[in-house]
Protein backbone atom coordinates (compact mmCIF):
# COMPACT_ATOMS: atom_id res chain seq x y z
CA UNK A 1 0.00 0.00 0.00
CA UNK A 2 1.37 3.57 -0.29
CA UNK A 3 0.46 6.26 2.04
CA UNK A 4 0.77 10.59 1.25
CA UNK A 5 1.53 12.45 4.57
CA UNK A 6 1.04 16.08 4.72
CA UNK A 7 2.20 18.08 7.27
CA UNK A 8 3.27 21.48 8.07
CA UNK A 9 0.02 23.27 7.82
CA UNK A 10 -1.16 25.47 11.01
CA UNK A 11 -2.07 29.33 11.42
CA UNK A 12 -0.64 32.00 9.91
CA UNK A 13 -1.25 35.77 10.11
CA UNK A 14 -1.58 37.43 6.93
CA UNK A 15 1.27 38.10 5.25
CA UNK A 16 2.82 35.45 6.31
CA UNK A 17 4.67 32.32 5.54
CA UNK A 18 4.16 28.13 5.43
CA UNK A 19 6.07 25.34 4.21
CA UNK A 20 4.00 22.41 3.25
CA UNK A 21 5.90 18.83 2.92
CA UNK A 22 4.07 15.59 1.80
CA UNK A 23 6.13 12.38 2.33
CA UNK A 24 4.80 8.76 0.16
CA UNK A 25 6.06 5.79 1.39
CA UNK A 26 5.08 2.26 0.72
CA UNK A 27 5.76 0.05 -2.34
CA UNK A 28 7.12 3.03 -5.07
CA UNK A 29 8.97 2.12 -8.36
CA UNK A 30 8.91 5.75 -8.95
CA UNK A 31 6.63 8.77 -8.80
CA UNK A 32 5.41 10.87 -11.85
CA UNK A 33 3.79 14.09 -11.52
CA UNK A 34 3.58 15.47 -8.03
CA UNK A 35 1.28 18.78 -6.51
CA UNK A 36 -0.75 20.20 -3.96
CA UNK A 37 -4.36 21.25 -3.79
CA UNK A 38 -6.40 23.02 -1.92
CA UNK A 39 -10.32 22.87 -1.09
CA UNK A 40 -11.81 25.96 1.25
CA UNK A 41 -15.41 25.18 2.42
CA UNK A 42 -17.86 25.48 0.13
CA UNK A 43 -15.68 25.38 -3.07
CA UNK A 44 -14.23 22.90 -4.69
CA UNK A 45 -10.67 21.93 -4.94
CA UNK A 46 -8.67 23.80 -6.69
CA UNK A 47 -4.79 23.13 -8.09
CA UNK A 48 -2.41 25.15 -6.73
CA UNK A 49 0.63 23.90 -8.02
CA UNK A 50 2.50 21.13 -9.91
CA UNK A 51 5.83 19.70 -10.50
CA UNK A 52 6.96 16.61 -13.04
CA UNK A 53 9.78 13.81 -12.53
CA UNK A 54 12.72 16.23 -14.05
CA UNK A 55 11.20 19.16 -12.67
CA UNK A 56 9.24 21.11 -14.27
CA UNK A 57 6.69 23.58 -12.28
CA UNK A 58 3.14 24.44 -13.23
CA UNK A 59 1.07 27.06 -10.76
CA UNK A 60 -1.88 28.62 -10.49
CA UNK A 61 -2.54 32.01 -11.51
CA UNK A 62 -3.18 33.07 -7.81
CA UNK A 63 0.20 31.15 -7.08
CA UNK A 64 2.43 32.29 -9.17
CA UNK A 65 5.34 34.92 -7.57
CA UNK A 66 4.32 34.08 -3.60
CA UNK A 67 4.34 29.67 -4.10
CA UNK A 68 7.49 27.77 -4.92
CA UNK A 69 6.65 24.06 -5.23
CA UNK A 70 10.13 21.51 -5.00
CA UNK A 71 10.80 17.87 -4.73
CA UNK A 72 13.08 15.47 -3.39
CA UNK A 73 12.93 12.07 -5.55
CA UNK A 74 15.04 10.50 -2.73
CA UNK A 75 12.58 11.44 -0.55
CA UNK A 76 9.65 10.72 -2.37
CA UNK A 77 8.84 14.02 -1.22
CA UNK A 78 6.85 17.25 -2.35
CA UNK A 79 7.18 20.38 -0.96
CA UNK A 80 5.28 24.34 -0.98
CA UNK A 81 6.36 27.16 0.47
CA UNK A 82 3.60 29.57 0.77
CA UNK A 83 4.74 33.57 1.62
CA UNK A 84 3.00 36.65 1.48
CA UNK A 85 -0.27 34.67 2.63
CA UNK A 86 -3.82 36.20 2.38
CA UNK A 87 -7.12 34.92 4.62
CA UNK A 88 -8.59 33.85 1.43
CA UNK A 89 -6.22 31.36 1.10
CA UNK A 90 -7.84 29.00 4.20
CA UNK A 91 -8.08 25.99 3.17
CA UNK A 92 -7.15 22.27 3.75
CA UNK A 93 -4.16 21.74 1.31
CA UNK A 94 -3.89 18.02 0.02
CA UNK A 95 -0.87 16.63 -1.56
CA UNK A 96 -1.37 14.18 -4.26
CA UNK A 97 0.72 12.00 -6.71
CA UNK A 98 1.10 9.54 -9.81
CA UNK A 99 2.92 6.79 -8.43
CA UNK A 100 4.27 3.96 -10.45
CA UNK A 101 3.63 0.68 -8.35
CA UNK A 102 5.47 -1.52 -10.95
CA UNK A 103 6.83 -1.62 -14.91
CA UNK A 104 2.75 -1.92 -15.69
CA UNK A 105 0.42 0.01 -13.02
CA UNK A 106 0.15 3.97 -12.21
CA UNK A 107 -2.21 4.92 -9.24
CA UNK A 108 -2.96 8.42 -8.53
CA UNK A 109 -2.86 8.56 -4.71
CA UNK A 110 -4.54 11.79 -2.53
CA UNK A 111 -3.04 12.57 1.21
CA UNK A 112 -5.29 13.23 3.74
CA UNK A 113 -4.95 17.23 3.96
CA UNK A 114 -3.28 19.57 6.05
CA UNK A 115 -5.55 22.85 7.17
CA UNK A 116 -4.05 25.89 6.66
CA UNK A 117 -6.25 29.29 8.34
CA UNK A 118 -5.04 32.52 7.25
CA UNK A 119 -6.36 34.97 10.41
CA UNK A 120 -5.29 37.47 12.22
Known amino acids: QVQLVESGGGLVQPGGSLRLSCAASGTIFSINDMGWYRQAPGKQRELVAS???????NYADSAKGRFTISRDNAKNSVYLQMNSLKPEETAVYYC??????????????WGQGTQVTVSS
Open 51 to 57: ITSGGMT
Open 96 to 109: NADIRRNTYLVINY
